[in-house]
């Protein structure tokens, strides 16, 4: 590409090779005393990204750490002189710090793998909170939907929670959960009355390998909208109106398929 002419055209160094540039990928660097950091994006809203990746200037005695900025864990990438293979869901960033520190556990990317094992949507109960008026309702569905299409909740704004029982027979053969198309909603994952934790990036996916257990199993996925629909129900606000313009209504909630790997 363009940038990588002038690259060597002009001899800049470049501290983070890529094995075939994307047009939605970014990086940082940042040097510190003891520190190589590298903070790397995929923008794409839709499309994964996999590259491997060489850092030519690191230090080659340093280890190589995958940094968690939500839960402050570091996991160490081996052998990563020989390249790292880079996985980035949609909108998800990865954190790579280089330092003399060798002690941690390996890096494991969550990756869903062969066929789902189980897909979930026979039964689901749906409670509503309103983010701004406070009520509160229930509804219970065969199949998940777009809220947007259903007169009673589009205009909805707030907390969906949606709970279904699912019976497992070899729940040791599970290890992921995926919520599948959530429409940009941050989910959080309850299972057995156990947060999971919230996903607002990437896919709504969440390690379960070891949670679920043989037989009745609890799963509530906690779906927090997007405000904009209910913006534009505000039709005696000229603020409120004025905000969304001639933009249409948009697509919400949940609508999978949520499936087990």
């Not at 556990?105 to 979930?120: A, D, N, S």
């Not at 299972?191 to 257990?213: A, E, F, I």
């Not at 906690?222 to 534009?232: E, S």
Request: charged letters at 20%; one cysteine or more; glycine letters at 8%.
């Amino acid at each position: 590409d363009w940038w990588t002419q002038v690259q060597q055209q002009y001899g800049i160094n470049r501290n983070l090779l890529f094995s075939h540039p994307n047009v939605f990928l970014s990086q940082n660097y940042y040097k510190g005393e003891q520190e190589d950091v590298f903070y790397i994006t995929n923008y794409s809203a839709t499309q994964e990204v996999r590259q491997t990746l060489s850092f030519p200037h690191v230090d080659t005695g340093k280890t190589a750490w995958v940094w968690d900025a939500e839960t402050g864990k570091r996991y160490r990438l081996d052998e990563w002189q020989k390249g790292v293979d880079l996985y980035l869901q949609p909108e998800e960033s990865r954190l790579i710090v280089f330092d003399y520190e060798t002690e941690g556990e390996p890096f494991r990317p969550l990756i869903r793998e062969g066929e789902p094992c189980m897909t979930l949507g026979d039964n689901w109960d749906m409670h509503f909170k309103h983010a701004l008026t406070g009520e509160e309702f229930d509804l219970r569905q065969t199949a998940l939907f777009d809220l947007n299409q259903d007169s009673r909740t589009q205009t909805f704004a707030g907390d969906v929670e949606y709970s279904t029982v699912l019976n497992i027979r070899r729940p040791e053969f599970v290890s992921l959960l995926d919520a599948g198309n959530a429409n940009n909603s941050v989910v959080e994952l309850i299972v057995n009355g156990k947060s999971l934790g919230r996903r607002w990036y990437g896919y709504r996916m969440w390690n379960v390998k070891g949670l679920l257990r043989k037989g009745e199993n609890h799963i509530t996925l906690r779906c927090t909208t997007t405000l904009g629909n209910y913006v534009k129900s505000l039709t005696d606000n000229p603020v409120a109106q004025g905000w969304p313009g001639g933009q249409p209504t948009a697509p919400m909630g949940i609508l999978g398929p949520v499936c087990l790997y």
